[in-house]
């Protein structure tokens, strides 16, 4: 199993520019999260899926969007990249809350705005 | 609301030595789950343990040992001693049964294990 994959691993953005997320699961997990890690700091949780054709908010959501079409892929969506955004993105899935499974992460992706 | 707190935002160490990083959290459920994950050098998130609320056996896996106390909402990490390749930073997390995700993150500690 790959588990959960992230791409791209690195990437810089203008400031106004656009940019998709990519996160894929192999694992058949109901759900899905997207972390951002600021420097220094834990992280904090921007949005979540619990299911496909569900999301919803987390802590920090404004300034980006997410969907979930299919049980496998949750991307992450930044319309207008702001410096703001510099950061350390990471997807995680999850089965069910039972104690025998735990949370995924993937690899990262870090994220310049410049 | 939950809340995770780790109050030591960094420790040093000489190889050898023991160290304890401290985890402590607030919830109003009756059924939670805790996490510890590592962050080496790499960036990667490491799964280290998880504990559900009902379980407050203390766990020794190797080098590394946990001590689950729910009375002080405790949930603190033993490192035995420790070896430069345990130079990371540490989170503590914690999971709400009846949210999912707000699986919430401490803001960590960093260690560094001097040789």
């Known amino acids: 199993n790959a588990g959960v994959t992230q791409t791209p691993k690195f990437r810089i953005l203008k400031i106004g520019q656009s940019m998709t997320l990519q996160c894929t699961q192999d694992?058949?997990?109901?759900?899905m999260y997207w972390y951002r890690q600021d420097p220094g700091m834990g992280l904090k949780l921007i949005y979540y899926s619990v299911g496909a054709g569900i999301t919803d908010k987390g802590e920090v959501p404004n300034g980006y969007n997410v969907s979930r079409s299919t049980t496998e892929d949750f991307p992450l969506r930044l319309e207008l990249a702001a410096p703001s955004q510099t950061s350390v993105y990471f997807c995680?899935?999850?089965?069910?809350?039972?104690?025998?499974?735990?949370?995924?992460f993937g690899s990262g992706t870090r994220l310049t705005v410049v | 609301a939950q809340k995770v707190t780790q109050a030591q935002t960094e420790i040093s160490v000489v190889e050898k030595e023991d160290v304890t990083l401290d985890c402590v959290y607030e919830t109003r459920d009756t059924t939670y789950y805790l996490f510890w994950y590592k962050q080496p050098p790499s960036g990667e998130l490491v799964f280290l343990i998880r504990r559900n609320s009902f379980d407050e056996q203390n766990e020794i896996s190797g080098r590394y040992s946990w001590n689950f106390q729910k009375s002080t909402s405790s949930f603190n990490f033993t490192i035995t001693a420790s070896q430069v390749v345990d130079s990371a930073v540490y989170f503590c997390?914690?999971?709400?049964?009846?949210?999912?995700?707000?699986?919430?993150f401490g803001p960590g500690t960093r260690l560094s294990v001097l040789p």
């Open positions: 997390a914690l999971s709400e049964a009846s949210y999912g995700q707000n699986f919430v």
């Open positions: 995680a899935s999850s089965y069910i809350l039972n104690p025998n499974y735990g949370y995924t």
């Open positions: 694992m058949n997990h109901n759900y």
